[in-house]
């Protein structure tokens, strides 16, 4: 976004002042030789797209030095009510005759330009009233910022009198009704385990511990941060113990088993860590319950007061240990390969479901659903290994990817590939423990000179150094490369990759998603069964297992891979369309809904829930058509089937949205739709829409999928609007809480 494209003043506007509780004078204090609020300001300075930076402070004698530093510094300053930040926000954009308003706070010294641009082009290119990046928060915790227009700004000031609201300026533009809003969203965990925001005395040593270590280009932007974090480890533990913990109160646990090292890797745990964030989105509260070497190799990735460090002993002592730390759970997710059927059987006197994560279909199991990722295994593996009767969910439709992935992918899509290999990408996990790494960039620097080359690793991987070393030697040639760790944003990275070299492992299906052509080298013997589909699919080439080839024939392979490639200038737009297919990186809402209990209705009739899939668009289409179903919607025209292809297909692809379908015995009865519409106070806010199919009403569906979308998501919050004279749907909503509101909408709020 430019502001010469939309004709509309752009201003960040900065709120600051000495007078914090909890550390004060933050502001001020003195970090790399400059102050807290000058690294702030100039920053923010650096945002494309700004015209103006304005530090709003209070009125106050006592922040008279806080306007003195942003003059000095050429800032503009306005000053205003020091408890009423609304208003001083409103202020501030009036003295400067801004129409968009970006809002960052002072305590933030990283906060990252390119970040703070991209909330405003999500602003600019959504048109919407309110744009964020923390709803909920997918980055480090001190990189929030906030876009709106100051027409909903004015709007805000001139409504609310609610004192929470005023104080902290925008909740009102979160949540309203009448106000579009949209959501950047970020890498997920391991990034949201940092701390980078300046409130207590240790987040100050925190962040003095960083300047004083970091040269300027190490502290440009997110990335290079959590790269320096990586090389010293250290830094991230002085403040660990403030970082953001999972709601507390009366919400359902989940527990996660699963362990993570320098020798497996740390794809166990990034499935666990995927499904435990969007469990934490709905309002549940997450442990990790995790063996001593897990907790020491994860550090300060570990969120703080989510891990349960269980003995290295028997099932009963480590149950123990969870009951001990959690009490019941209502969900145990199990990720690990040694753990025993028997363990899971044990495990149900402190559990109410069980999801086992899977990717051999071997080994007996005891679960209420089982998730094999593994392409080419079918459901009737399972008939002989399962203790009780359970769904399995299978192949790479199933991949639990993080929301990043499934946002991405709706983007790419829409590309064709070049065709010629201009960008490479080089990942083999966060270990790679056999050390691939150096002998696939070797390879690709000797057949590819002009080809740009990143190249990730985990900043634990145990040949790090050496890889480093290689990278600088081919970087001083004139080679266009980079090494980096720990990285956040790979879906960014790999969407900017023509050709992907690295393991059929967890990344096999991230580059499905994103419809990413690649060569395979195996660096385990579970991955062995991806390759092959990936393969027989013609959308990757297999050069290879280090586990069992030397690694002169893996290079002669990768060689004549990329050679073939080469060769053939359709080969690598065959290669995509093949890949898009493998996953849709959805993964995750097919787990969490698969894992619900089924709703007994008043007939006996178990009603269960799925996510929407392609081949509904018909069914749903003919639902939408009934007279029935359009007696009281709100558009009372029946779409045409363009229409309806359009609305499906976009619905589908709205990762932060929720289209599903309930089924009895296996036939659709009915959907609910939830579109994602804010943010709450915390809690995240759906417009909900639902209707039982032709045939099946009076059964009690839409009570029960409202009551099963409930216990899915018991922290969030529900909105309905229900046409005038739809009795049924207001006796329907109201006897399950819902409160009609000044708004129109029946609300129903988490307790």
Request: hydrophobic share 45%; proline share 5%.
């Amino acid at each position: 976004m430019t502001t010469q494209d939309t004709r509309l003043r752009t201003a960040v506007i900065i709120q600051a002042r000495n007078g914090s509780t909890r550390l004060p004078g933050k502001v001020l204090g003195a970090l790399g030789g400059r102050t807290v609020l000058e690294h702030v300001l100039t920053r923010c300075r650096a945002i494309h797209g700004v015209d103006t930076v304005v530090c709003a402070t209070t009125d106050k004698a006592s922040d008279d030095p806080v306007a003195a530093e942003a003059t000095r510094l050429g800032f503009e300053v306005f000053r205003g009510d020091e408890s009423d930040v609304l208003s001083r926000y409103l202020g501030a954009a009036r003295h400067v005759d801004a129409d968009i308003i970006m809002r960052v706070t002072a305590d933030c010294p990283l906060i990252d330009p390119a970040i703070c641009a991209a909330v405003l082009r999500l602003r600019h290119e959504t048109d919407a009233d309110y744009a964020s990046n923390n709803m909920p928060r997918s980055f480090p915790h001190g990189l929030d910022c906030e876009a709106f227009t100051r027409v909903a700004l004015e709007e805000a000031a001139r409504v609310t009198t609610d004192v929470y609201d005023r104080e902290h300026v925008t909740p009102w533009l979160r949540r309203h009704p009448s106000l579009t809003r949209a959501n950047l969203t970020g890498p997920g965990w391991p990034a949201t385990s940092y701390r980078w925001t300046l409130d207590y005395p240790d987040d100050q040593a925190f962040l003095s511990a960083v300047f004083n270590q970091a040269t300027e280009a190490q502290l440009a932007d997110m990335q290079s941060v959590l790269s320096l974090l990586s090389e010293h480890p250290d830094f991230s533990r002085l403040n660990t113990k403030r970082t953001v913990t999972s709601p507390v109160g009366d919400r359902p646990v989940a527990i996660f088993r699963f362990d993570a090292d320098r020798r497996i890797g740390i794809g166990h745990a990034m499935r666990c860590a995927t499904l435990s964030s969007r469990l934490e989105e709905f309002g549940w509260r997450s442990y990790w319950a995790i063996q001593p070497e897990t907790a020491t190799f994860l550090g300060s990735r570990l969120p703080e007061g989510m891990g349960i460090v269980v003995p290295a002993a028997g099932p009963a002592e480590q149950i123990a240990a969870i009951e001990a730390a959690a009490g019941h759970a209502e969900l145990l997710v199990l990720d690990h390969y040694d753990l025993t059927a028997a363990f899971a059987t044990a495990a149900r006197q402190i559990v109410s479901r069980i999801v086992t994560i899977d990717d051999f279909a071997d080994r007996p199991l005891d679960a209420d659903l089982v998730v094999n990722s593994t392409p080419g295994i079918t459901a009737d593996r399972y008939d002989t290994l399962l203790r009780r009767p359970a769904p399995v969910l299978i192949g790479g439709m199933a991949a639990p990817l993080r929301e990043q992935f499934a946002l991405a992918r709706s983007t790419i899509l829409q590309q064709r590939p070049t065709g010629s290999i201009h960008r490479v990408l080089i990942s083999f996990g966060g270990v790679d423990s056999l050390n691939a790494t150096p002998l696939a960039l070797n390879i690709v620097a000797k057949c590819l000179p002009d080809a740009i080359i990143d190249v990730v690793l985990g900043g634990n991987a145990p040949h790090i150094e050496e890889v480093a070393l290689q990278v600088q030697c081919l970087a001083k040639t004139g080679r266009q490369i980079q090494l980096l760790r720990d990285v956040a944003d790979m879906a960014g990275l790999m969407v900017q990759a023509d050709l992907c070299i690295g393991a059929p492992g967890t990344t096999t299906w991230e580059r499905g998603c994103l419809a990413k052509p690649s060569i395979l080298i195996g660096i385990a013997e579970n991955q062995r069964r991806n390759a092959e589909i990936v393969a027989q699919s013609g959308a990757g080439i297999i050069c290879g297992f280090l586990t069992t080839n030397g690694r002169e024939e893996v290079s002669q392979r990768i060689q004549d891979a990329l050679s073939g490639i080469i060769a053939e200038p359709n080969r690598l737009f065959a290669m995509s369309e093949q890949a898009r297919t493998l996953c849709d990186g959805r993964g995750v809402d097919r787990i969490l809904l698969g894992s619900l209990a089924a709703e007994t209705l008043s007939d006996e009739a178990h009603l269960s829930l799925r996510l929407a899939e392609a081949t509904d668009e018909e069914m749903l289409l003919e639902w939408q058509a009934a007279p029935e179903t359009r007696r009281y919607a709100l558009n009372p025209a029946v779409p045409s089937a363009a229409e309806h292809h359009a609305w499906f297909s976009a619905k589908r692809a709205a990762a932060k949205d929720l289209l599903v379908v309930a089924c009895i015995g296996g036939d659709a009865v009915g959907f609910i739709r939830l579109d994602w519409r804010g943010d709450n106070r915390g809690s995240a806010i759906y417009l909900i829409s639902i209707a039982a199919a032709p045939g099946q009403y009076r059964r009690g569906i839409g009570r029960g999928m409202l009551q099963m979308i409930r216990r899915l998501m018991p922290g969030a919050t529900f909105m309905a609007q229900v046409a005038r004279g739809n009795t049924a749907s207001i006796a329907l909503f109201t006897g399950l809480g819902y409160r009609l509101q000044s708004d129109g909408y029946y609300w129903s709020v988490p307790e």
